[in-house]
């Protein structure tokens, strides 16, 4: 499979501290993108890597990107309640059959605790 | 507001009953897609749409068919519905196919085969 994998599966901390997930991916790859998605509600876009990037920062966000061990790490900061949600990594696989085509993998539950 | 929309949210349904699920979007995006998200296997791709009357099959098309005639509307059509398409549809657009055009998710819907 070419989707991502986050690590963990789930994490739990309180207000105000750091949070950090991680994705790993199989094959080489365009971009990778993070989601977010509150229960039961559509995913959002966070934010979006490219291959030749290593680290970018949106607000509270921080992502790195390190292609040569294919993966991701997304670093929240000074978390708040309102971060409660699952979190997913996506892939844009470089190959041109599938151009386009997003990978998802199976998210990271976080929960931040007030 | 640009936004992806989806009827119904919720659906329960008997095995074999037709059934089509709209999606609509207001953002003249050329680009639409299906997927749907099963626990511990995250978002998988059914179906997707390049432009009007261009469709094409994602990761787990069986059982599923779409259409495209007109660029707002992307339909999911379960012509027989069974049991292992009990998920959490989400329909998904973007401008166009590169995976840079930011992706807008609706707001799901959760479909019960009996």
């Known amino acids: 499979s070419q989707q991502g994998e986050e690590d963990p599966q789930a994490l739990s901390i309180q207000e105000g501290e750091n949070a950090t997930m991680n994705c790993s991916y199989k094959t080489s790859i365009n971009n990778l993108q993070w989601y977010r998605q509150n229960s039961g509600r559509g995913l959002v876009h966070l934010i979006l890597i490219r291959s030749n990037e290593r680290e970018k920062h949106s607000g509270r966000l921080r992502v790195t990107l390190d292609t040569s061990k294919k993966s991701s790490s997304l670093l929240i900061t000074a978390s708040r309640a309102a971060d409660t949600a699952s979190y997913f990594c996506?892939?844009?696989?470089?190959?041109?059959?599938?151009?386009?085509?997003?990978?998802f993998g199976r998210g990271t539950q976080l929960t931040v605790w007030p | 507001e640009a936004q992806v929309t989806q009827n119904p949210r919720y659906l329960i349904t008997v095995t074999g009953k037709k059934l089509t699920v709209t999606c609509s979007q207001n953002?003249?995006?050329?680009?639409m897609s299906w997927y749907r998200q099963d626990p511990g296997l995250g978002l998988r791709q059914i179906y997707y749409?390049?432009?009007?009357?261009?469709?094409d099959k994602g990761d787990v098309p069986e059982g599923y068919k779409v259409s495209r005639k007109e660029k707002r509307n992307f339909p999911l059509i379960l012509e027989s519905p069974s049991p292992n398409q009990t998920s959490l549809y989400f329909c998904?657009?973007?401008?166009?196919?590169?995976?840079?055009?930011?992706?807008?998710f609706g707001p799901g819907t959760r479909l019960t085969v009996l």
């Open positions: 749409s390049m432009n009007v009357e261009v469709t």
């Open positions: 953002m003249n995006h050329e680009y």
């Open positions: 998904a657009s973007r401008h166009g196919p590169s995976s840079y055009n930011e992706q807008f």
């Open positions: 996506a892939t844009d696989a470089r190959r041109g059959s599938t151009l386009g085509r997003l990978y």
